[in-house]
């Protein structure tokens, strides 16, 4: 899939647009203006947002973009909390930072409508463009990609990638709902859609990955020993979920149109 088109059918379907966020100011906007329009009957473009200190939220508030504020820490917090508080019934997640094809999410939704599946992942790998992934970030995703088809089976080319498409209904099974607060759930929810929605429902497709705008938030070593070592606790059952599925019971809905400060 290596490029988009403009779509010429509105699809019958409600879609979430779902960026986990912290200090994205310099990427954000063009990533929020990357994502087509007027392509389906409803669509929601949210940011969970972890505590930032810049204009993130106020670049978002000015693009329309709901957000929501998570006060607890991690990627995979930002994203089992916006996966319960997303409005639509499918749900596309990317990074904020323009290394995905935001104008190929519609050509993903359809795919996903078309062949009836529930849980789409998308390979960086087999087509990152030139200066998108330092060599070693290269051979770090290489080895835990390896590790994980390694101790599952599951023949996912990239572990860590950032860019799915799928229903929100498949979480409705409890057994879907990964557990990690880190980085790790990347990995973690194609390990679980392999095992509990098969091959036939949850496929692999390739996208072009671009160079990173702004500061990374990833640390390369760190974060690296983490997924790898998630992986072998998850194999041999040995992973603890820290927090509970789903937001705070006590933390504010989304903001519209200002800041809690302002409020």
């Not at 990317?94 to 789409?120: G, H, N, Q, S, W």
């Not at 463009?129 to 390896?146: A, Q």
């Not at 509990?196 to 938030?217: D, F, N, T, W």
Request: proline share 5%; aromatic share 8%; glycine share 8%.
């Amino acid at each position: 899939m290596a490029g988009g088109r403009i779509m010429d059918e509105v699809l019958p379907v409600s879609v979430t647009v779902l960026l986990p966020t912290r200090n994205e100011e310099e990427a954000l906007g063009a990533t929020v203006d990357a994502i087509p329009r007027d392509w389906c009957e409803s669509l929601e473009i949210m940011i969970v947002d972890g505590s930032s200190t810049d204009r993130t939220r106020e670049i978002a508030l000015e693009k329309d973009v709901r957000v929501h504020l998570e006060p607890r820490k991690g990627y995979g917090r930002a994203y089992r909390t916006g996966f319960v508080v997303a409005s639509n019934d499918i749900i596309v997640t990317m990074d904020a930072d323009c290394t995905y094809p935001a104008e190929l999410i519609p050509e993903l939704v359809k795919r996903l409508l078309d062949d009836d599946l529930d849980f789409i992942t998308c390979d960086r790998l087999s087509m990152a463009e030139d200066g998108s992934m330092s060599g070693l970030h290269g051979f770090g995703n290489w080895v835990l990609s390896f590790n994980a088809r390694l101790l599952f089976g599951y023949g996912i080319k990239d572990s860590q990638s950032g860019m799915w498409v799928f229903r929100k209904s498949i979480f409705d099974n409890p057994k879907m709902r990964p557990t990690n607060d880190g980085m790790p759930l990347s990995e973690e929810i194609k390990v679980l859609a392999r095992k509990h929605l098969g091959r036939k429902k949850a496929i692999e497709i390739s996208v072009p990955y671009r160079e990173r705008v702004g500061e990374a938030e990833i640390h390369t070593w760190g974060d690296g020993w983490k997924n790898l070592r998630f992986l072998y606790a998850k194999r041999f059952g040995l992973h603890r979920t820290r927090t509970e599925w789903g937001p705070l019971e006590d933390n504010p809905d989304s903001l519209n149109g200002t800041l809690p400060e302002q409020q």
